[in-house]
């Protein structure tokens, strides 16, 4: 009867140490998506300066009644062949009928022209409608200073459309990155609980019993060691992640480096 519960014993650090040995490699594996992923995420995040900094912008001049003047990237991202046609418009004609707070086109170009007028300087984001009918998300500055005995406007108009869909990427990148940490984190920290939980109590019962327990025993304490060598590796790629995920709620890095 001695003999065959030694066998079991035998048995049950046998599992522990296969166990032991899956988790390690699943830490690895974890590790070196987390790398690819991070490397990703700056990659996207190189893309997105390079649209935001290389951009050609449109320059327009204008005065309360309207638009007079242009430079050769203004009539190309508003689709209009010459300068004399596009001076016709005004600002709000370039535009849909509302924009995305839900306000009037009009309404809201009147409010932020009399506000550069006003400060010297506004600047925002805005909806815009090329010649064609299709509309294309802009940021605007609008700079006041003094042209001859008059007070204009300078509209500068940059294209945003790839910087927004860059930052949308980004966005859904960010999320999915993490999404994965999260769900790597409780694949590796649960399992990890359950091990360290049975080798603990299998080392009470191999020291109890009364079989030649020396050898088991050492087994389980080098594996109780690699355990806690995983769990020492887990919280140090938690720090790191927390350290360079500055997307990340608070509630996942707790949890990260709980």
């Known amino acids: 009867m001695k003999n065959m519960d030694c066998v079991i014993t035998t048995d049950k650090v046998h599992a522990l140490e296969s166990m032991v040995a899956s988790l390690t490699e699943l830490l690895s594996v974890q590790e070196t998506v987390v790398s690819e992923q991070s490397e990703r ?19 327009l001049l204008l005065t309360e009644e309207g638009f007079f003047d242009c ?31 839900g306000r009037s086109s009009p309404e809201a170009a009147g409010e932020h022209i009399r506000t550069a007028f006003q400060t010297g300087t506004d600047r925002f984001e ?10 294309f998300p802009a940021e605007v500055l609008l700079s006041a200073f003094d042209w001859g005995e ?17 930052e949308n990427a980004l ?16 694949r590796l920290k649960t399992p990890l609980e359950v091990v360290e939980e049975n080798i603990a109590s299998l080392i009470v019962e191999v020291e109890g019993s009364s079989c030649d327990t020396a050898d088991l025993t050492l087994q389980l304490k080098i594996q109780m060691k690699n355990i806690e060598q995983i769990r020492h ?26």
Request: aromatic residues 6%; charged residues 30%; without cysteine.
């Open 41 to 59: 995420l700056r990659q996207n995040e190189s893309r997105f300066r390079a649209i935001f900094n290389g951009s050609n912008d449109a320059i």
């Open 71 to 101: 430079n050769p990237s203004a009539l190309k991202i508003f689709g209009i062949a010459t300068k004399e046609e596009l001076v016709k418009f005004n600002p709000a004609e370039l535009s849909p009928p509302t924009q995305t707070d």
């Open 126 to 135: 805005w909806v815009h409608r090329r010649s064609d009918g299709t509309a």
């Open 150 to 166: 008059k007070r204009v406007l300078q509209a500068t108009v940059r294209d945003i459309s790839e910087r927004k869909l860059a």
């Open 171 to 186: 966005k859904e990148s960010n999320e999915r990155f993490l999404a994965f940490i999260r769900e790597a984190a409780m």
């Open 233 to 258: 590796n887990i919280v140090e790629l938690n720090k790191a992640i927390t350290e360079h995920g500055d997307g990340l709620p608070e509630a996942t890095k707790k949890f990260l480096l709980e």
